[in-house]
């Protein structure tokens, strides 16, 4: 079956320590999305790609970073410069011009 | 830069019922699209039904449908029959339809909204 998908399910971060979630699709889509959600909060993006090799800030990029060395993967470092990691993370492909395809996601916390 | 307002941060409703959920934004753009997102325990995001902003006509998806109002910039989404399946969290979302490419397509949300579904 074609899709998304993100391990690990949950991650534990120590302090100062980066961390790496990793995000594949098996879907053929150019264009990948990371996406943040807090409690109580919509969807913010942090990086997006649109092409192997090529990659765009989002709205909230600082403390973290990615690579696109490959179509199918697009996986997310979370670095000791973000203070305030714990959160829900998502990973999206995008399919022509209106949808988006979700992963199951990632819920990173602090120890 | 847009903005997308969600006023009903919990919702319930009987099972069968409809209920209607709602969604405002704000935009000094005409043309856009309208989403509407569900996201069940399981966390995963899952697209209900979208609204392209030039047309007219109010989309529908089996026993999801909308009330796109372009001049009040109002989005509900109304469900209808509800189902113990459809309880979830509801997100609307904005994207601009000025540019092309994956660095336009940036969907803003709204803060959610839950829904219970009363047995």
């Known amino acids: 079956d074609g899709g998304i998908t993100q391990s690990p399910k949950y991650l534990f971060r120590k302090e100062g320590q980066n961390v790496t979630l990793s995000c594949e699709q098996n879907?053929?889509?150019?264009?990948m999305y990371w996406y943040r959600q807090d409690p109580g909060q919509g969807l913010r993006l942090i990086y997006y790609?649109?092409?192997?090799?090529?990659?765009q800030k989002g709205d909230i990029a600082e403390g973290y970073s990615v690579s696109r060395e490959k179509k199918e993967s697009f996986p997310l470092t979370v670095t000791s410069a973000q203070k305030n990691p714990t959160a829900f993370y998502l990973c999206a492909s995008r399919q022509g011009e209106e949808k988006l395809f979700f992963g199951s996601g990632t819920q990173l916390s602090v120890l | 830069a847009q903005t997308v307002t969600q006023s009903q941060p919990e919702m319930s409703v009987q099972e069968a019922e409809t209920v209607t959920l709602s969604c405002t934004y704000d935009?000094?753009?005409?043309?856009?699209?309208l989403f509407w997102y569900k996201q069940p325990p399981s966390r995963q995001m899952i697209l209900v039904i979208r609204?392209?902003?030039?047309?007219?006509q109010n989309a529908t998806e089996n026993r999801f449908s909308v009330n796109f109002q372009k001049a009040a910039k109002s989005f509900s989404l109304k469900i209808s029959d509800s189902q113990l399946g459809d309880a979830a969290m509801y997100f609307c979302a904005y994207r601009s339809a000025l540019h092309s490419g994956a660095g336009s397509y940036q969907l803003t949300f709204g803060k959610g909204t839950k829904l219970s579904v009363i047995p």
């Open positions: 790609s649109q092409i192997v090799n090529d990659f």
């Open positions: 879907l053929n889509h150019d264009a």
């Open positions: 935009t000094s753009e005409s043309d856009y699209y």
């Open positions: 609204q392209e902003a030039y047309k007219q």
